[in-house]
C-alpha cells in the first residue's frame, strides 16, 4: 500500500464529508465514502448507500453488503481485498411512515458525485479492474447508460483507459420473491464475480492475484 495513495484517499474522504455539492446531503444523515484497501486490484462500485449503510457511514454494510459478502466468498474473491464504494456517496430516499424508501439518484446527481469523489477514488486506488454493480454504477463509469443484462460478465474498455466488468446490483437479488429466480440470479452473479479471478490470473500470466483465495 502506497503512503501518497492512503493520503490521497484520507484527503478525499475528509473532503468528502461537508460535500454540499448536490441537494442529496440535505436528507442523508452523513457521506459514506467508500473504503478498503488503498492497493487494491479491483474496486467495486455500486449505486448509493442504502438505509444501514447511511446510518453506520460505511458501504455496503446492509442486507445487499451481506449478500455481495456471500457471494464473492462463494466466487472465491476475498472482499478484505476488494475496495468497495459507490457512485453517489449520499442516501437518496422517500419517507415512507416510519421507513425511508430508496429512490434512484438522476443522472445529474450520479454525474456530479462520481466525478467529484469516485474519479478521485479511481485515481487513488488505481485498480486494474472495476466492478460496476448495476445500472447506476455502470452510467457513472461510462459516462452514459448501459444496459446491464446485454453487457453483464463483459469488461466495457473505456476511452479513459478504465476497465469495468459489468454486473448486477446485489439488491436486484434481494427484491426478487420465487425461490427458484433467487438461486437462478444468485449463482449468475457469483459466476460474473468468478470472472475477476480469470481476467486477473489471465493478466498476471496465470500467477494467482493477491486479491484472491483460494476456491480449493
Ligand atoms: S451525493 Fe455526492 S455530490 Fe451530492 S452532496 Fe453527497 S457527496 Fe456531494
Known amino acids: 500500500m502506497t503512503a501518497a ?11 468528502a464529508a461537508s460535500c454540499r455539492a ?6 442523508g444523515t452523513q457521506t459514506v465514502f467508500g473504503e478498503g484497501p488503498s492497493d487494491a486490484q479491483i474496486m467495486l462500485v455500486g449505486e448509493q448507500p442504502g438505509d444501514r449503510e447511511d446510518l453506520a457511514g460505511r458501504p455496503f454494510v446492509g442486507p445487499a453488503g451481506l449478500l455481495l459478502n ?3 466468498a462463494d466466487a472465491g474473491v476475498n472482499r478484505a481485498r476488494v475496495y468497495v464504494t459507490n457512485a453517489v456517496k449520499h442516501f437518496k430516499f422517500e419517507p415512507r411512515g416510519k421507513r425511508r424508501l430508496h429512490k434512484r439518484p438522476n443522472a445529474g446527481e450520479i454525474k456530479v458525485c462520481s466525478t467529484r469523489w469516485l474519479l478521485g477514488e ?3 486506488v488505481a485498480p486494474q479492474l472495476i466492478v460496476a454493480l448495476g445500472a447506476t454504477a455502470a452510467q457513472s463509469l461510462a459516462g452514459r447508460p448501459v444496459p446491464v443484462q446485454s453487457n453483464r460478465g463483459e469488461v466495457l474498455e473505456l476511452a479513459s ?3 469495468v466488468l459489468i454486473t448486477v446490483h446485489p439488491s436486484a437479488l434481494l427484491r426478487l420473491r420465487d425461490e427458484k429466480d ?8 457469483v459466476q460474473d464475480l468468478r470472472s475477476i ?8 500470466g496465470l500467477a494467482r492475484p493477491s486479491g484472491m483465495v483460494s476456491t480449493g
Open 122 to 124: 479511481i485515481e487513488a
Open 5 to 15: 495513495a492512503t493520503d490521497s484517499l484520507e484527503h478525499l474522504r475528509r473532503e
Open 70 to 72: 456471500r457471494a464473492l
Open 22 to 27: 448536490c441537494p442529496l446531503w440535505k436528507n
Open 161 to 163: 483507459g478504465l476497465r
Open 182 to 189: 433467487k438461486r437462478e440470479a444468485y449463482d449468475a452473479f
Open 197 to 204: 479471478a480469470q481476467i486477473l490470473a489471465r493478466e498476471a
